[in-house]
């Protein structure tokens, strides 16, 4: 059972979880597994329990089988007590050292285990067991469990269990008190005007970002869980008579098919969710920024909050998408389309200018005015590469430095940064290994790569130039044109949860183009986006 | 499936323009920019035995080196010769450090002779080959060859492609000619009723140095140059040339210089012109009237008497009238008396006479053109007189 410790009381079950409850199997479920598998390295007693788990008998729920699975961990606390001091009521604790609030403990488990003198009346565990239900101890997230998997399961996941032997019952309680990473502001989409959160690691504290700023009851969170070692939870967020659920229920689909051990990076998720794995452009929007999650589900798409991880998933991600920054509603739309479209300029020229250069100066000479085709002949004096080589080897030398810039430490990085730009491309220049015109080129293209809003998209548009920039040597404009074709193929054919990639551009969806390459003023935008065929069409009116 | 479809869509464009463009440039075969040797200026003359001879003019730009020194600009004088214009082209390959590259070249200059001789055959290389540029601007060069001027109009410090970038800049401030590219010869060439037009430039000496010695010989304005067929017929210099420039609604600007009632020196500066040309067929007989409206500033004065009263100013239009009138009929005479249409009158006539023009007129535009009665009218309108209405010394100053 899954709960809301920001809330103390139980969350939705995640349909997950209703398998693992109706299925006493619990291989049959990942979460159940991951508890199970949890456990492999024990001794030959946990290994026997868990050969009986595979053949479909599960171990009792005593404090000696729990013992057995946690023999080797050192972090697993077990206390045996004696309630109210009382040799004949003995219950044996259990939970994990550094996940849980110890002071909780205390205070309000083992406080009045000890000292409830209600307890202490009781004639047995059974009855024990049903006052705490009743709340002698008071703990909202309480829950209790029959079921060692349950039990094992409540235990890794940060809970204290109170185990009674006789009864083979536990009953568990959610006391989580990991030090978690406090919100902070977006390190990758920081804006001028606009909220300064992000999500962090922690799931609860993401929906709870997501719910003080959308308190719609109509907004869904529903959880489940993946990894048969991590037993990861993930949060599906979507508003229920907006959103389509045919991509709700898709991306359910694909994430409960997803087979992997452990989901500790956004690329599990997005690798299983995406229809086009070949294809380098990123189909999800991965946001780090609540607002902007926020302000995706109320478009209509679907969110995917993963535990442990400070970024969020929306899906479907489509072309027009990855051109929009967070500042840009927050900007006069007058400014912001012409931003917006400066920034759809500079994804040609980042995507194309290298190919463009070599294709100009190789094969198609005369195209170039005559004082710049002049000015680029003197840069080249002396340099005995061809354009091709040096626009390569410029290329690959900024890959390089960002590469560099990317693993190195902040303040090494910097460092590393102008050494490489300004120190090694002087002397490039100076030993006459590439010409002036090329790095003037390169870093047109590099400073429009950083335009770019989203990372993933830009790292597909760093692939792409590569390609233009070998076809446009092989037989200059033809071969660049060539490759734009082909670019624009595989791009027009993709389609994402049966959106179209490059929607609103595409697909006889033309009127949604208020807020694509030019931002129209919020009262023009009147309907969601026709292309995620929401419930509710209408944004306003 | 999608992506071996997408690699066999590769393979066909890779393949289709490895075969189809029929160019053998690719890759490393490819001609790179610092390889060529750039041709600004090309001058055409005839050469003995029949051959062509292309004197040409190169550009490049060397940069101060690794001391990091100015840049110097350098330009080279190259001839070559051949049978062919071709021929003549592909021999600089024979001496040239690097490869000359046509597809820069700004200026063709023919030579007297060779105007006289036919364009057409001098002509066609650059029409044909791929490298060039079909705007590129044609002179003919008055009384000298081609390659003298190029010689002589390249210097240390000028060169003759920046001499004639000047002259294509800049004619519109005399009106005494007009851009006439490559392009527009072939149109003119292709289309037989017309009489094809070119500018034309001479030699001369205006500039010193500061040490007070001519160095090279500047290229100056003439005129125009008319063609029967591809073959020079002659010149109109000067007013003439401007005359033309009216005619074919191309006068931009120019100074007038007028009489004023008192008789000193007015000097009116064309600000705009509008010629329209109305033909009328009437009897058989074809009439054209043009009509030429002209709006002029006053730009100097050289009295101490006022002229800003409305007689003054109308008797500075009327003699601007007259003086166009003078410049425009002596055009359509020189024109009507060798039986070329200089001017487009065929054109305005084609337009407003589809089908007699297709019936009779265009078989035999030559003789009916010199039959023509051209009705001229000028209209001047002196408009802008600017602040100082009253000229130095003038003794009412208001």
Redesign the interface.
């Known amino acids: 059972m899954l709960r809301d410790p920001g809330k103390n009381k139980p969350m939705r079950r995640s349909r997950f979880a209703e398998k693992t409850d109706t299925s006493p199997a619990p291989e049959n479920s990942k979460a159940s597994g991951a508890g199970s598998d949890a456990a492999a390295g024990g001794n030959s007693q946990t290994d026997a329990k868990l050969s009986d788990e595979r053949s479909g008998t599960e171990p009792g729920l005593t404090s000696a089988n729990v013992e057995g699975m946690f023999r080797d961990s050192s972090d697993i606390v077990i206390r045996k007590l004696n309630i109210n001091g009382r040799k004949d009521l003995p219950v044996t604790m259990v939970f994990v050292d550094g996940v849980v609030d110890t002071k909780s403990v205390d205070d309000y488990i083992m406080k009045p285990l000890i000292q409830e003198s209600s307890l202490g009346e009781c004639g047995s565990t059974s009855e024990i067991i049903d006052r705490i239900a009743h709340g002698v101890i008071y703990h909202a997230s309480m829950e209790v469990r029959r079921t060692f998997s349950e039990c094992v399961h409540d235990i890794v996941d940060g809970s204290v269990a109170l185990i009674f032997d006789d009864d083979k019952t536990a009953v568990t309680f959610d006391i989580k008190g990991f030090p978690e990473r406090s919100i902070t502001e977006p390190t990758g989409e920081n804006v001028i005007k606009g909220a300064k959160d992000s999500f962090v690691e922690n799931l609860r504290t993401n929906t709870a970002s997501v719910r003080m700023k959308m308190k719609n009851p109509r907004l869904v969170i529903e959880e489940i869980k993946t990894g048969k070692q991590t037993a990861t939870k993930i949060a599906i967020v979507y508003i229920r008579g907006l959103t389509n659920m045919r991509i709700v229920d898709e991306l359910k689909r694909r994430l409960d098919n997803l087979e992997t051990d452990s989901v500790l990076s956004t690329g599990i998720i997005e690798e299983a969710v995406i229809d086009h794995k ?1 294809s380098p452009f990123p189909q999800v929007i991965t946001t780090e920024r609540p607002d902007k999650f926020c302000s995706t589900i109320v478009e209509g798409r679907v969110g995917i909050i993963i535990d442990g991880i400070p970024v969020s998933i929306v899906v479907p991600g489509t072309f027009e998408a990855f051109l929009q920054a967070p500042e840009d509603y927050s900007q006069s739309f007058i400014v912001n389309s012409i931003i917006r479209s400066l920034r759809y300029v500079l994804m040609f020229v980042t995507l194309f200018l290298p190919g463009f250069y070599i294709s100009v ?3 198609h ?2 195209m ?1 005015p ?1 004082d710049l ?9 002396g ?1 005995p590469f ?3 080589i040096e626009v390569l080897f410029m290329l690959l030398a900024f890959e390089v430095l960002v590469e560099a810039g990317l693993r190195l430490p902040k303040t090494i990085g910097q460092a590393v940064s102008v050494v490489g730009a300004v120190v090694v491309g002087q002397a490039a220049v ?1 030993a006459r290994l590439v010409s002036p015109a090329v790095v003037v080129i390169i870093a047109i293209t590099a400073i429009s790569s950083f335009t770019m809003p989203n990372q993933d998209f830009s790292n597909a548009l760093r692939l792409w130039r590569f390609i233009f920039a070998i076809f446009s ?4 404009l ?2 660049l044109s ?1 490759g734009a ?2 670019l624009l ?2 791009l027009s ?1 993709m389609e994402v949860f049966g959106v179209p990639y490059l929607s609103p551009f595409v697909g006889g969806d033309g009127k949604n183009m208020q807020d694509a390459v030019f931002r129209f003023p919020f009262s023009s935008q009147k309907k969601r986006p026709m292309s995620l065929r929401t419930t509710n069409k209408k944004r306003r009116g | 499936m ?2 071996a479809k ?1 690699f066999l ?2 393979c066909v ?2 393949l289709g ?2 075969v189809m ?1 029929g160019c053998n ?4 075969d ?5 390889d ?1 040797e ?1 041709i ?1 200026a090309v001058g055409i003359d005839k050469a003995p035995e029949g051959k062509i001879r292309f004197t040409i003019a190169t ?5 101060g080196g ?1 001391r990091g020194g100015p ?1 110097q600009k350098l330009s080279e004088i190259m001839y070559s010769e051949g049978r062919t214009g071709f021929e003549a082209a592909r021999n600089f390959w024979a001496y040239s450090e690097k490869r000359p ?1 046509f ?2 070249l ?1 200026y063709i200059l023919i030579g007297e002779e060779a105007a006289k001789d036919g364009i057409l055959k001098y002509l066609d290389f650059f029409t044909r080959d791929p ?1 060039d ?1 079909l705007n590129l601007n044609v002179f003919v060069v008055k009384g000298t060859d081609a390659g003298e001027m190029v010689r002589q109009g390249n210097t240390r410090d000028k060169f003759v492609f920046d001499r004639l970038e000047g002259i294509k800049e800049h004619y519109w401030g005399l009106s005494m000619i007009n851009r006439v590219d490559l392009m527009e010869i072939m149109y003119i060439l292709d289309t037989e009723y017309l009489s094809l037009y070119i500018p034309c430039v001479k030699l001369t000496e205006k500039t010193e140095n500061s040490d007070g010695h001519n160095e090279g010989m500047d290229i100056a304005l003439e005129g125009f140059a008319i063609f029967e067929g591809d073959r020079l017929a002659g010149y109109l210099e000067r007013e003439m040339a401007r005359g033309l420039s009216f005619l074919r609604n191309m006068a931009k600007s120019g100074v007038l210089n007028v009489r004023a009632r008192n008789g000193s020196m007015v000097a009116l500066e064309l600000i705009s012109s509008n010629r329209k040309m109305k033909p009328e067929l009437m009897d058989g007989e074809l009439r054209v009237a043009i009509e030429i409206d002209l709006k002029c500033n006053i730009a100097e004065i050289q009295s101490s008497e006022g002229v800003f009263d409305h007689e003054s100013l109308r008797y500075l239009e009327e003699q601007s009238n007259q003086l166009i009138m003078d410049e425009v009929m002596k055009v359509i005479e020189f024109a009507r008396e060798k039986r070329l249409d200089c001017f487009a009158a065929g054109d305005a006539v084609m337009h407003k006479y589809p089908c007699k023009w297709e019936d009779y007129l265009e078989k035999n535009w030559r003789d009916i053109f010199s039959e023509i009665d051209f009705e001229v009218t000028v209209r001047t309108n002196v408009s802008r007189t600017y602040d100082i209405k009253q000229p130095i010394g003038a003794k009412d100053i208001k």
């Open positions: 070949m100066s190789s094969f000479i005369e170039i005559t085709a002049l000015a680029i002949t003197a840069s080249k004096e340099v061809l354009t091709f100076d040597s092989i037989i200059g033809y071969g060539i074709i082909i193929h595989h054919s | 999608r992506y997408m869509l590769l464009a890779i323009a490895a463009t440039i690719a890759f490393f490819a001609t790179q920019i610092n060529v750039f600004r550009q490049r730009i060397v940069t690794e840049e590259f597809g820069h700004e490298e540029r």
